[in-house]
């Protein structure tokens, strides 16, 4: 993801696997940091399936906290 601070507008959503694909369900439309904090308190099987967008990029929740 590009540089960017914790007060960027992003969308958390989460991404199933359902039968047809799956479905994208946003969770929170806020800042960084309110993303990030709702997505600690998720289990983890819903975090494999997190992502976090921005204006102009997309990146897995796991991607950003696991070095």
Known sequence: MRSTD???TVRLYH???GPEGGAAETLLYGT????LHLATQQPEEVQEG?????DNDVV????LVDP
């Not at 960084?32 to 993303?35: C, N, W």
């Not at 997190?50 to 921005?54: R, S």
């Not at 897995?60 to 991607?63: F, G, I, K, S």
Request: net charge negative; aromatic share 10%; proline share 0%.
């Open 6 to 8: 914790d007060s960027a």
């Open 15 to 17: 991404l199933s696997d």
């Open 32 to 35: 960084l940091a309110e993303a």
């Open 50 to 54: 997190l992502f976090i967008a921005t």
């Open 60 to 63: 897995a929740y796991l991607d």
